[in-house]
């Protein structure tokens, strides 16, 4: 008789994400949720403000997640989260890991004051910001969080984005909170093990992901998983920690820095730049990898 | 017990009576005193409580709104400036059915910057949604702190319990302290029927499409009706613990009175020595001093006003291109009904600008010399 082979799951197999969620094809955000959640577990509320998950969650009555949700205002995910916390253990729930899940215009714009004030008093709460790079769900318009070079509809070609993204990481180091982490949906396992360090430590949690987004991309669905490892690979968006805003580690080392045309040629936001610009940005994103590089010796 | 204390730490004592479980608050003048005493209480453990020290009023209200789906009794207080920036947060408090009680201390808005007080900062969030509780004594905002929550509670719609800058927040008066076995006896714990809980979990306030948005809205409109009705109840519940009356409005020699006041928070207080002179001056005037204005108390006010022959309705606020917002409201109430006196319409005392009893008799000799009120506001004590 044959042996049977059994697989060997890296991930838990229990799903808190439902398939008939609404976001669109390709979407690294809804993967994102699903390894978090796979990491928290059951016992976790999520507060969502405005971004594109208020919408993927599904509209009332439904709901593609098995855990509470606090759908609350958009500038306003770390403030609820808190009040959520402290709601929580005065009626006797000290257990429960109340997650604050905001894009990056919900982080780095307009949530900005509310998650420096939760992350200065250490609260008690783990904040993720999938990160898409820009308004998507109001229909691609730039944030902070746009890269340098990208169109997006309030930055047309003729006038690209020619600010760099903001370092959200470095403001929420100078919070010195317990824990920060840049995570990426096509390195599951990291991702995994990062959002499940965060939920054992008391205080103020950051995990920035990045969740690239097809259709304000202008790249193709499959692309996703692929687009998201060329940008680790690119030192475009490096995974690293940060333990109380000083100890960094960074967790996948490049030895062989792939150049960044390979990310940048697959995304039609790119398409307009010249070889100067993309060699601006080249120089952007070495300078930055040399500096976490600086960080980690230190 | 009997102590003297501010306007400001009769909200403090109300809160730590009624077992707030969670307070989030910014500062604020006039509103400071209120968030320092529940501090040291918090910090000495008179209450078991958590305070979350935010960083705005924005967080303040967005962290209230948190810890009351929670399931945890919530109370934070501001004023102005403060109220306005929780203006969008205060729309979620009652489209979410949190009920969270909130301080607000009656402060006129900026520019240029006032610490004085009027009303159109709470009247401003008229249509959000809320309960607005106007008080005129120490005693009265205590005592309102604790039914705000039984009535709140009840019906999972927010309340606001107002006191003007100063005139109240800043001023000592003997107030009864009640028993905490007393409060406990009249206000059960907070036990809301759906909250956040992974044991039993659910997605609140998502994408509500036309479908049902409107449904949700008329349901919060058929309990903002009930409200009138369980004021004056638990008011009675109240009263026969506490021995003072909690209710909709305040009559002040209102039986038999031909010219009647219609006034509110502190300016009601003092239109009651006008009214002694004026009735011993032969004139039958009384005061009625609306407590309640949202919701609105319709048959208090159609009751006592077709018994008098004139009513004088005072605004410590204005509508800009309108009239005073009280008096708008009087109005529309009264209007198209049989045998209602008319309606005549003061602005007076913005920016914290004093209200005198000779103020209200002035009032009494412009509406007398009158059979119908003017388009004209009745601006009284503006240096014109």
């Not at chain 1, 697989?7 to 094809?25: D, F, N, R, T, V």
């Not at chain 1, 995990?207 to 304000?216: K, Q, T």
């Amino acid at each position: 008789m044959k042996k049977e082979r059994t697989m060997k799951l890296s991930l838990p197999e229990e799903e808190l994400m439902s398939p008939g969620h609404l976001a669109c094809q390709g979407c690294g955000a809804t993967l994102a949720m699903r390894y978090v959640l796979k990491a928290l577990g059951r016992k976790t509320v999520v507060c969502i403000p405005a971004c594109c998950w208020a919408v993927i969650d599904g509209p009332f009555p439904q709901s593609s997640l098995s855990v509470p949700i606090f759908h609350c205002a958009f500038e306003a995910a770390a403030s609820t989260a808190a009040g959520v916390k402290a709601g929580l253990e005065m009626v006797g729930d000290t257990e429960t890991t109340v997650l604050a899940w905001a894009g990056d215009g919900g982080t780095f714009d307009i949530g900005l004051q509310a998650l420096s004030g939760a992350a200065e008093r250490n609260d008690d709460i783990m904040y993720v910001c999938y990160d898409n790079e820009a308004y998507m769900n109001t229909g691609i318009q730039r944030s902070s969080a746009t890269p340098y070079g990208a169109w997006t509809t309030t930055t047309p070609v003729k006038h690209f984005k020619n600010r760099p993204k903001k370092d959200i990481s470095g403001i929420m180091a100078a919070h010195r909170i317990p824990y920060i982490a840049t995570a990426s949906v096509a390195f599951p396992e990291d991702l995994f093990k990062k959002a499940q360090k965060a939920k054992n430590i008391r205080g103020t949690k950051f995990l920035h992901i990045f969740a690239p987004c097809p259709s304000g991309w202008k790249s193709r669905p499959e692309d996703t998983v692929k687009l998201a490892r060329l940008a680790v690979q690119t030192a475009v968006f490096p995974l690293f920690e940060i333990e109380d805003g000083e100890k960094y580690t960074i967790n996948i080392k490049l030895k062989d820095k792939k150049p960044i045309n390979d990310y940048v040629r697959l995304q039609g936001r790119f398409r307009h730049l010249k070889e100067a610009d993309i060699a601006h940005m080249q120089a952007e994103v070495d300078r930055k990898w040399e500096k976490l590089n600086k960080n980690c010796l230190s | 017990m009997k102590k003297v204390i501010m306007g400001n730490h009769a909200l403090s004592y109300g809160a730590m009576l009624s077992r707030a479980q969670v307070i989030a608050a910014y500062p604020i003048t006039p509103q400071t005193q209120v968030v320092e005493l529940l501090s040291e209480m918090c910090a000495s453990k008179t209450l078991d409580a958590k305070f979350i020290k935010v960083e705005s009023e924005h967080s303040a209200m967005a962290a209230s709104l948190g810890a009351s789906l929670a399931g945890a009794r919530t109370f934070t207080a501001t004023s102005a400036q403060g109220l306005a920036l929780m203006h969008e947060l205060l729309h979620w408090a009652s489209g979410g059915r949190l009920p969270v009680v909130m301080g607000n201390i009656n402060r006129a808005m900026a520019p240029g910057w006032s610490i004085w007080t009027d009303q159109n900062d709470s009247l401003s969030q008229r249509d959000t949604g809320w309960i607005q509780f106007y008080c005129s004594s120490n005693q009265e905002v205590l005592d309102t702190v604790i039914q705000a929550f039984k009535v709140s509670e009840k019906l999972l719609i927010p309340s606001m319990v107002i006191l003007d800058a100063f005139a109240l927040s800043h001023t000592y008066e003997i107030v009864e302290i009640p028993e905490q076995k007393d409060v406990d006896a009249y206000l059960p714990p907070f036990n809301p029927p759906y909250r956040l809980t992974p044991s039993d979990p659910h997605a609140f306030f998502g994408l509500t499409g036309p479908e049902h948005y409107f449904e949700l809205r008329y349901k919060l409109q058929k309990d903002m009706e009930k409200v009138p009705a369980l004021i004056e109840e638990t008011g009675r519940e109240f009263e026969r613990i506490f021995g003072r009356t909690l209710g909709l409005v305040d009559e002040y020699m209102c039986d038999d009175a031909k010219f009647l006041f219609i006034t509110s928070g502190t300016a009601g207080y003092t239109a009651r020595v006008a009214v002694d002179d004026l009735r011993r001056e032969g004139v039958k005037a009384g005061n009625f001093r609306m407590k309640v204005f949202r919701p609105f108390p319709f048959d208090k006010v159609r009751g006592i006003a077709q018994k008098a022959k004139k009513v004088a309705v005072v605004d410590r606020n204005l509508s800009y291109g309108h009239h005073g917002i009280f008096y708008q409201e009087v109005k529309s109430a009264l209007y198209g009904r049989d045998g209602m006196p008319p309606v005549f319409g003061y602005v007076t005392g913005l920016g914290g600008r004093d209200i005198t009893p000779g103020d209200f008799k002035e009032i009494y000799r412009l509406a007398s010399s009158k059979n119908t009120p003017d388009e004209e506001i009745g601006w009284i004590g503006v240096k014109r």
